[in-house]
Nanobody, 125 residues
Framework: QVQLVESGGGLVQAGGSLRLSCAAS????????MGWFRQTPGKEREFAAG????????YYADSVKGRFTISGDYAKNTVYLQMDSLKPEDTAIYYC??????????????????WGPGTQVTVSS
């Protein structure tokens, strides 16, 4: 089993940047596809970004494309989400997870597992 823990959240002004980290323990995740999701109160968790095994492909929601960058340091068992040009609407709890289905949409949270506890990101206007 792999355990995931997110960190790096915080309070930032609009236009600022944050880098989130997702550290894995238990098993190396170099063979896993990984994703970042986010959730605000009263809403479903939504896909933000994903990275395929060995970083061969990256996937982004339209709302973050061009502003967020997902990357992986597999020697450190860590996946990152660099968030630039942050907007108040990016405020959410951010979760990382591993894709447990080989097929299926990256946008569907049902295809992901081993969810971390999340880290809060708050962007002030």
């Amino acid at each position: 089993q792999v355990q995931l823990v997110e960190s790096g959240g915080g309070l930032v002004q609009a236009g600022g940047s944050l880098r989130l980290s997702c550290a894995a323990s238990g098993r190396t995740f170099s063979r896993y596809n990984m994703g970042w999701f986010r959730q605000t109160p009263g809403k479903e968790r939504e896909f933000a970004a994903g990275i395929s095994v060995a970083g061969g492909n990256q996937y982004y929601a339209d709302s973050v494309k061009g502003r967020f960058t997902i990357s992986g340091d597999y020697a450190k068992n860590t996946v990152y989400l660099q968030m630039d040009s942050l907007k108040p609407e990016d405020t959410a709890i951010y979760y990382c997870a591993r894709k447990v289905t080989s097929a299926g949409s990256w946008f569907d949270q049902a295809g992901f597992g081993s969810w971390g506890p999340g880290t809060q990101v708050t962007v002030s206007s």
